[in-house]
């Protein structure tokens, strides 16, 4: 498990990641959300420990971070990072062996995971020769080799078409189900709502929330829609409530005293047809939006 | 991780790195193209000066009936002025004939004799080496008829009026070379700091700017990166640097000058052990303007400061003598630079070449010290252009 401890960076006066803590815990996929500028890059240079670390941790399998730790971590940097106008695989080889694989070994796994994703035709060609999504593989093939002991992945999915995310998630789970922690960022909300474990959203460089997707949605003020037979104008009388939209029928209202949704289904019953009654779950994005309000 | 003790008896990270700058530059086209196109200039030179060198020059010259005289005697004589003009003698009937003759190509130049001495008419440009031996050979002859008409002799009158020179240390010749071997070794510093300088430069743009740095950063020291760049270009700099010598050296002992050659290898030994240093020092800082840049754009900016002490490098080696020559010799990085050519002319004590080469390496082993430092902490800096100030003082 890789643990995230009241981490803190300044630039100057400004703070860009202040007391930040979370975890990614092993066999998970953890989704980094944020707008730009809130801090999740300079969150990931730090644990990978590209840039120093003005105050708090960075733990590993719960002790503090070695340098030895972070070379057998695949990372994949924000911009694109290999040469563009060299050959994929000689690039990779260089990048495996200063990783610590010996020669022969690295060959032999860049041969075999170009050829597992397709690519072992185009072994010889200069990066910049391959479309986007392909050189987007040879990166993630970069930051899996040797067989990384977590991954950290800053924007992996950007500019991929939904084929190309597609076998970029199929290759993260074989991964997460090695037990292998996977931290990604992303700003696309409803593909980290699909593959994440787990969440963390950070604002101004402050976490917001985090856990697992579940637990956000189920995190805030519980609500309730009730749709009735007849017109639901009554709802507004009863206590513990609070109505955010009334609508004829229908109705939508947030429980600030615990139970009452119970008194509202009983009234309601009494009272006549209950069509709905349903509890509401804000949408990831709308989360997202609150917490970074 | 279980990979921690296997790693520590793979190849050092740094002998990694300069193994790739030197595969990825000898394997770039352009790179070999423009050695191989040094390598054939130089030949090439080398070559035209040898054959400028054997030619001898065959003039024709026009004499009417008055100057056919004086035409034999320049004629016959031509060979004791200047072995390498050969004239050969057209006698022409009058001046018609001869100015016909020199429009048609037919000889080179016409001698007529004119008031109070004589002319060589050309057709527009100038015989340079008929005119010298001309010029000889007609006041030795009109000199010896004078002598005659006054019952003199030339050696009589020309007794105790020769100056000859005489150097304590060396020739004429000698110091001719010793100059122009000299502008050789300023030039090819120059151009090889830069060339590779700049190479160096936009290559530690390229990784900060596509975030391979990053990746590396995370795998190995950044010292070991910068460590491993600057040996890869200084050791292709010093390979390319000795073939062009070698090419040079050789070259040359096809010539008449080849006597000079093994008089030229010491200087020539030294000068690169010179380069050496001198690269390295300058290698560090051209990394370092490469790192305080952030786009490719940018390098005209960071490496101006570089650009001009490698133009003082270059004028400095060229124009200074005397006293300054002597001082620069021991100032690094000049020192590189004039203490080769001070060493070509000649008369400098065993002990100096060696301080101006520990000093040079001493300056080599500081700009080390301070460009690791600078690299690696603007490497990382993102978003614009780094100033010097903050690549110092700024955190990891």
Known sequence: MLEIR???????????????????????????????GAGKTTTMRMVMGVLGIDGGEVLWQGRPITRLDRRSFGYMPEERGLYPKQPISDQLVYVAQLKGMERTAA???????????????????????LSLGNQQRVQIIASVLPRPAALILDEPFSGLDPLAVDSMVDLLRDYTRDGIPVLFSSHQLDLVERLCDRLVVLAHGRRVAAGTVAELRDAGVPRFRLVLGGDAGWVRDQGGLDVLDLDGTTALVEVQQSGAEQHLIAEATRRGDVHEFVRVRPALSEIYREATA | MSTDDSTENREPAWLLVTRREIVSRITD????????????????????????????????????????????????????????VDVTLVELDDEAAARAALTEEEVDAW?????????????????????????????????????????????????GSSVSTAFLRGDA??????????FVFVFLFYFAALIFGMQLASSVIEEKQSRIVEIIAAAIPLRHLLAGKVLGNTALAVIQLMVYLAVGLVGLSFTSYKSYV???????????????A????????????????????????????LTMLMLVMFFGGLSLDGRGQVIASFIPPVSAVVMPKRILAGGVGWWEPLVALGLLAVFAAVTVWVGERLYRRALLQTGGRVSLRQAWSAAE
């Open chain 2, 278 to 305: 001198g690269f390295i020092a300058l290698a560090c800082l051209w990394a370092v303007a490469g790192s305080l840049a952030s786009r490719t754009e940018d390098l005209q900016a960071t490496s101006t400061p």
């Open chain 1, 107 to 129: 060959r032999t796994a860049v041969a075999e995971l170009l050829e597992r994703f397709g690519l072992g035709e185009r072994a010889k060609d200069h990066l910049e020769k």
């Open chain 2, 111 to 159: 001698l007529h004799p004119v008031d109070g001495g004589w002319e060589l008419t050309t057709e527009s440009s100038e015989q340079d080496s008929l005119t010298d031996v001309a010029r000889v050979v007609v006041r030795q002859q009109v000199l010896a008829e004078n002598a005659a008409g006054v019952g003199s002799t030339v050696e009589a009158l020309e007794a």
């Open chain 2, 29 to 84: 086209k352009s790179f070999l193209i423009g050695t191989v196109l040094m390598v054939a200039m130089l030949v090439g030179f080398i070559g035209f000066s040898a054959w400028q060198d054997e030619r001898t020059d065959e003039v024709t010259l026009g004499a009417t009936p008055d100057a056919v005289a004086m035409a034999t005697a320049i004629a016959d004589n031509a060979a004791e002025v200047d072995d390498k």
């Open chain 1, 6 to 36: 009241e981490l803190t960076r300044r630039f100057g006066e400004s703070t860009a990641v202040d007391r930040v803590s979370f975890e990614v815990p092993a066999g998970q996929m953890t989704g980094f959300v944020g707008a730009n």
């Open chain 2, 262 to 276: 093994p008089a030229l290898s010491g200087p020539t030994a030294w000068f690169i052990g010179f380069f050496l």
């Open chain 2, 173 to 182: 010749e000698k110091a001719g070379v010793a100059e122009a071997v000299g």
